[in-house]
């Protein structure tokens, strides 16, 4: 299902070849089901993006916590 992310924070852990591994903590927003709190984690960023950003997302009809992040 396609939907949209709004994030809520980003945090960062270890480096990885100079480069963050970051989990963002999402509001994910999918058509004609109830927007709900998620995790996408362990993307490298080159830097943390901001709160309030919108970004497309796919989540995965029968495990509702699959969500591909799209960038």
Not at 36 to 58: H, I, K, N
Request: a negative charge.
């Amino acid at each position: 299902m396609r939907g949209k992310g709004t994030l809520v924070s980003a945090r960062s852990g270890a480096l990885i070849n100079e480069q963050p591994l970051m989990t963002l903590e999402l509001e994910v927003d999918v058509p004609g089901h109830a927007p709900r709190p998620a995790e996408a984690d362990r993307l490298r960023l080159r830097r943390p993006p901001q709160p309030g950003l919108v970004l497309p997302v796919y989540v995965d009809p029968r495990d509702p916590d699959d969500i591909l992040v799209v960038w």
